[in-house]
């Protein structure tokens, strides 16, 4: 799942050498934190949040197939 997020977000940002995923698993639950450079936090989160909403569910999405829930959590 981290991989496929940073996938994600290295095509978004300008500076893909910036953005690090990192996992967390508690119970059922499995967290990620995503951390970009400052001036493409906002080509992450996206107009209204939209672009931070489509990564949460493709996150969602694939978890699902390991029977869990995710998080993500955008980090400045």
Sequence with gaps: MEELISYIAK????DPDAVQVKR???DDTVTLELTVAQGDLGKVIG????T???LRSVLAA???KENKRSRL???E
């Design 62 to 64: 694939a978890a699902e």
């Design 11 to 14: 095509s978004l940002v300008d």
């Design 73 to 75: 959590d955008i980090v």
């Design 47 to 50: 107009k209204q949040g939209r």
């Design 24 to 26: 967390s698993d508690e």
């Design 52 to 54: 931070a909403r489509a």
